[in-house]
Nanobody, 124 residues
Framework: VQLQASGGGLVQAGGSLRLSCAAS????????MGWFRQAPGKEREFVST????????YYGDSVKGRFTISRDTAKNTVYLQMNSLKPEDTAVYYC??????????????????WGQGTQVTVSS
């Protein structure tokens, strides 16, 4: 069981990036998936979650209106479209999967699966 994140990179402020997280294993078709991020010296921050069927989405306050999460169930892949990027979005972005869709912010230490991080750097 693996989560493989990709799509990070260096972008100027105001630009866009799309992160992908591919999950191996058919069980992920029934799992909520989502993203956290962690900047140097800071705690891991909730970014977004999407339910197993794509019907529910949640966003952290700092990314609402700029980031959009989606998933392709057939490909067991979740995407994070990041627009209007700001230097404060710079962080390592981690994807995760869990049987529950809600309360990811409070349950960060309890989520079932984590992928490796992908670095996003936004220059000013």
């Amino acid at each position: 069981v693996q989560l493989q994140a990709s799509g990070g990179g260096l972008v100027q402020a105001g630009g866009s990036l799309r992160l992908s997280c591919a999950a191996s294993g058919s069980i992920f078709s029934r799992f909520a998936m989502g993203w956290f991020r962690q900047a140097p010296g800071k705690e891991r921050e909730f970014v977004s979650t999407i339910s197993w069927d794509g019907g529910l989405t949640y966003y952290g306050d700092s990314v609402k209106g700029r980031f959009t999460i989606s998933r392709d169930t057939a490909k067991n892949t979740v995407y994070l479209q990041m627009n209007s990027l700001k230097p404060e979005d710079t962080a390592v972005y981690y994807c995760a999967a869990d049987g529950k869709t809600t309360n990811w912010r409070a349950r960060v230490g309890q989520l079932a699966y984590w992928g490796q991080g992908t670095q996003v750097t936004v220059s000013s």
